[in-house]
């Protein structure tokens, strides 16, 4: 037998990143003793591979000699299923969310009693002698066409069905969740997926909207902000940071450009998933009917109730989350820094997004409730939730009416009424209404403009506790609630 032969010298190492090139030596003199005295002078010259931008999932896409077309795809596709599951585990937050914003919520409610959840009543007189009342409709006069007052009937007026509030179930149409039945991001989100023209699906209802309209403003939004430094501030170095305006002018406008995703993907959420009342079939056809039916391009772009909202939506939310660490630093000490004191910036970072949530919420709010409502020769949008039948005249406007004719106590609580069982002598006791204390949130829309404010801070802290844990950013999906 034959001893197989060592492997050592066919293995070949990967070639180093630093590489040492002997420099350039002049012509061979005759001292010899002087050029053998001399050390060899070297040059480091540093190479690095370029880097992958998708996710370093395929690294031999590195390979200088050429870019593989199916490894590229493959990455690609890998890269988008991430993103958009991603969104879709963090969508049905979002969906409540928005949901919750958009709800109209009477001061007034509280006023009458829910239909929808109050305890029905079992009276002896209706179980017992339910033939008497058959008796009673046979024997009616006919020359007297009222008919006996039912407490089930829906009010009228002329002949015609007036619904006069939202908490009457009779006059409540089939596709809209009740009023005051859901308190919380968590709360709609459970009561979503109980209601019967609903389901656990439509918690997921404008997801591939809301990954695309991410995908296109964190591609667009560096490259606007390397024109506008091009333009502006050409000899800057890359290791300077430009000043603020060039970045907030790059999300402002970039906000602007994808204004038409994002009014698509508000009207998804908030129409109802019932095929007979569902205004839209998908993204595709929504955005040909609102340019069709609402102004076209510039309606969609230029129309006061969508561009005033995108605006100020679009600077406040890029403006205070960028402004504010910077300003809470230099009042603590001039020498923090990102570069220094990473994980105190990263603090100030958190600091920043929370008090930004208070300035911000309040304007989203607005613009969502301006966005469901329709204009031009479009149909009004049939929403799986309570809207406010007149429509609001701009960002003022909705922030009045919401302050003024609202309430924040929710959910709203029935009132108890009296029992009777069959089959005993005596009645019990009617039971007293139950008195709730009515805070301040009663005479206030204060918390209507705050909808989701709780979720949205979780949402920050838990991702900032995991980009501290991982080292990496956090992810846009979970920060967009």
């Known amino acids: 037998m034959t001893t197989p032969s060592s492997l050592r010298d066919l293995y070949s190492p990967p070639p180093p990143t630093w590489s040492f090139i002997p420099a350039q030596q002049g012509p061979v003199t005759s001292n010899a003793t002087a050029s053998s005295s001399e050390p060899p002078v070297y040059q480091y010259q540093w190479s690095r591979p370029p880097p992958n931008s998708i996710f370093d999932l395929s690294p031999s ?64 007189e209706v179980l017992s002698n ?4 058959e008796q009673d409709s046979y024997f009616a006069d006919p020359t007297n066409p009222a008919p006996p007052a039912s407490r089930y009937s829906a009010p009228r007026e002329s002949g015609y069905v007036v619904r006069r509030s939202v908490v009457e179930e009779a006059t409540r149409p089939e596709y809209i969740i009740p009023v005051g039945s859901a308190g919380g991001v968590w709360g709609m989100m459970r009561r979503v997926a ?7 699906l439509a918690l997921w209802k404008g997801t591939l909207t809301s990954c695309v309209m991410d995908f296109l403003s964190s591609t667009i939004q560096p490259v606007i902000l390397g024109v506008l430094q091009a333009m ?3 000899n800057l170095s890359p290791y300077q940071q430009p000043p603020l305006i060039l970045p907030v002018a790059s999300h402002v406008i970039t906000g602007f450009l994808v204004s038409p995703l994002d009014l698509v993907r508000t009207r998804l959420m908030v129409q109802s998933s ?50 504010l660490p910077g300003i809470i630093a230099s009042n603590i000490s001039p020498s923090l820094s990102e570069e220094t004191h990473p994980i105190a910036w990263s603090f100030l970072e958190l600091a920043g997004d929370c ?29 799986c939730v309570e809207l406010r039948p007149a429509p609001y005249n701009g960002v003022i406007d909705t922030l009045w009416h919401v302050l003024t004719e609202e309430r924040s106590d929710l959910p ?25 204390e ?29 980009g501290m844990l991982s080292g990496e950013e956090r992810d846009a999906g979970w920060t967009e609630l």
């Open 194 to 200: 109980r209601f019967k023209g609903e389901g656990w």
């Open 61 to 124: 896409l590195n390979d200088p000699s050429g870019i593989n077309v199916t490894l590229l795809l493959k990455a690609i596709v890998a890269s988008a299923f991430v993103k958009y599951t991603t969104f879709a585990i963090a969508m049905p937050w979002d969906v409540g969310k928005t949901l919750l914003q958009v709800q109209w919520v009477p001061r007034d409610v509280g006023l009458l009693e829910p239909q929808a959840e109050r305890i029905e009543e079992v009276e002896e």
């Open 232 to 234: 502006f501030l050409p």
């Open 355 to 383: 008090a930004g949530l208070l300035v911000t919420l309040p304007f989203e709010t607005v613009r969502r409730r301006l966005q469901v409502q329709t204009r031009g020769s479009a149909k009004p949008l049939k929403a």
């Open 130 to 133: 339910s033939s008497s009342d």
């Open 412 to 436: 709203l609580e029935g009132r108890r009424t009296r029992r009777k069982e069959k089959g005993k002598d005596r009645e019990e006791p009617e039971a007293e209404d139950e008195v709730i």
């Open 438 to 466: 009515e805070g301040w949130f009663k005479n206030t829309g204060i918390g209507q403009l705050y909808r989701g404010l709780g979720m949205r801070l979780s949402a920050s802290a838990v991702m900032f506790v995991l």
């Open 274 to 323: 019932m095929a007979r009342h569902r205004s839209y079939s998908g993204p595709i056809d929504a955005m040909s009917q609102i340019i069709r039916d609402e102004g076209g391009l510039r309606g969609i772009y230029l129309h006061p109730h969508l561009l005033i909202p995108t605006l100020v939506d679009s600077t406040l939310r890029a403006l205070i989350p960028l402004a």
